[in-house]
């Protein structure tokens, strides 16, 4: 029997011959994850349901030394699981059960496959809240988002998912299994290993349970939308609001080519005569929110917006933030191919990056349309361009690359909160610096030595 067909039995032994998929047409959905341009058959598709299964998988790969790799439920848009060549993909997304909601301790138990949203809506049936919400969070699993250290619209006030994860499960490249955390609020024995594992985009280890931090819910919400003749209008009065010591649980914003996309998508009744939206929203103890909600409006009118429009209820306030979170399939309506990028910088340099930006697509004649969390610096310039026009994607790169150089000069990062993953790697380098880069290849050479767990990604 020929190696690949050895370990294709095996597989079928592990989880079953219903949980392997081979056929090509069956492979194809795997073969590319939310990232444009980006596309790469895999060997074969492996659906494990228990960690037993997944420590078996492992052990097998790491001695044939074939390649892994994880996936959630591929939204990720950095590339992360998008396959290597002829490589196992080994999908969680039936791994889906939330095992324990502990109420005295405020936290939830649940297996990686589990969307963001079903946690949340578990969190609010039992009064509770868990806050990270990627845009994705309807399909993106909690494997996915803690493997990606995903952000969402709540960063400002609440954190990402690091600031949630208060213990994990994972197996090892060799098969070996870690439990890393626990339900102590404090902890400091030995290294911090889950803040390890946390965005280690699947090169690591395969999460396979995550103990989750819960909060109570907030008593109250209000949800407001302003519109600005001018860009830097907005920033401002972002940076105001912060300066006031107000800190509202979402400050996102659309450039005015997102928001027509997103009206003519979805039909909200956006004001269109302005260049700046900003979505805002305060939560917390009802009198705070109501005190809260009137100075930013003051704030917003202070700094020259055209109309602040409050959510009457929340009918309304769905609707509003519904602009926001429909923004990237609004712009992906327009264009063959939608790259999606994260360049972030420091609050206080938004404005410049944003201009920065709208130069850039000038410059090298593209469509950009940006949207993002503005009270983060935390920006999502969307290319909407055609891959297969080869002369507009080597200016898309030359873009790329002006952007990234620009928001690395002002301070910010290369990636805010989509990852690394193959879309970045070439970028990591000189970002990180020489140590870091040593000190994580070591890393991952003393977890990883047969480098079976998700090889290219992120670095060599
Ligand atoms: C419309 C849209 C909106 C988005 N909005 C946001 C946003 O607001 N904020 C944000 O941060 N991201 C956002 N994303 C990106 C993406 O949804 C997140 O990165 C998400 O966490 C990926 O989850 P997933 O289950 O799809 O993971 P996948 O894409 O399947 O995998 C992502 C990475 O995690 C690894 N991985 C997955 N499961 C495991 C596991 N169990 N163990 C170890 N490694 C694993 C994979 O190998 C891969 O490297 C958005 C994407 C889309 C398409």
């Known amino acids: 029997m020929a190696a690949a067909e050895k370990i294709l039995t095996e597989l079928q032994r592990i989880v079953g011959a219903e949980n392997v998929l081979t056929a090509p047409e069956d492979l194809i959905p795997y073969s590319f994850d939310g990232t444009a341009g980006m596309q790469q058959m895999p060997g074969c598709v492996v659906f494990a349901k228990t960690t037993e299964q997944i420590a078996a998988i492992l052990k097998q790969a790491n001695e044939t030394k074939t390649a892994i790799v ?28 939330i095992l324990e909601l502990d109420r ?22 039992a009064g509770l809240f868990y806050p990270p919400d990627p845009g994705s969070m309807k399909i993106s699993t909690i494997g996915g988002n803690v493997a990606e250290n995903s952000g969402g619209l709540r960063g400002l006030k609440y954190g990402v998912t690091r600031n949630y994860i208060m213990g994990m499960e994972l197996v090892l490249p060799t098969g070996e299994l870690l439990w890393t955390g626990n339900k102590c609020v404090k902890d400091v024995a030995g290294y911090s290993l889950k803040d390890l594992f946390i965005g280690s985009e699947g090169t690591l280890g395969v999460i396979t349970k995550v103990l989750l931090r819960l909060i109570p819910k ?21 940076s105001a609001i912060i300066a006031a010591q107000i800190i509202p649980c979402t400050l996102e914003f659309l450039d005015r080519m997102t928001i027509h996309c997103v009206e003519d998508y979805s039909k ?27 100075q930013m409006k003051k704030i917003c009118r202070d700094h020259g917006c055209l109309e602040v429009r409050m959510a009457k209820d929340e009918t309304e306030a769905g609707k509003l933030a519904s602009a926001r979170r429909s923004a990237f399939s609004a712009l992906a309506r327009v264009a063959p191919t939608t790259i ?34 503005m009270g983060d610096g935390n920006l999502h310039p969307t290319f909407l361009t055609n891959e297969r026009d080869q002369e507009e994607m080597h200016r898309v790169e030359e873009a790329f690359k002006e952007i ?6 002002l301070g910010g990062t ?8 193959l879309a970045k790697k070439s970028f ?3 970002f990180a610096g020489d140590a870091p880069m040593r000190v994580m290849r070591e890393l991952r050479r003393a977890l990883d030595p047969n480098g079976i767990l998700n090889p290219g990604k992120m670095f060599d």
Request: charged share 20%; proline share 5%.
């Open 218 to 238: 907030p008593a109250a919400k209000k949800t407001m939308v302003a519109t600005f003749a001018q860009m830097d209008q907005a920033a401002e009065a972002v």
């Open 104 to 125: 005295a301790n405020l936290t939830m138990l649940v297996e990686p496959g589990v969307t963001t949203l079903q946690v949340a809506d578990a969190a609010s049936a």
């Open 70 to 97: 994880t996936r959630g439920s591929g939204t990720g848009l950095s590339g992360g699981s998008l396959p290597s060549p002829d490589c196992i993909v080994l999908c969680t997304v039936k791994m889906d059960r």
């Open 414 to 421: 290369i990636t805010g909160e989509h990852g690394v993953g």
């Open 340 to 373: 999606l990028e994260d360049a972030t910088v420091p609050r206080s340099e938004l404005a410049k990056m944003i201009r920065f930006v709208e130069a850039t697509a000038k410059k090298y004649r593209l469509k950009i349309g940006t949207f993002g969390h």
């Open 428 to 430: 990591l380098p000189a």
């Open 404 to 409: 990234f150089a620009e928001a690395i000069r």
């Open 268 to 294: 909200i009744g956006l004001p269109l005569d302005c260049e700046a939206l900003l979505l805002m929203e305060t939560d917390g103890h009802a009198v705070v929110v109501a005190e809260e909600a009137a």
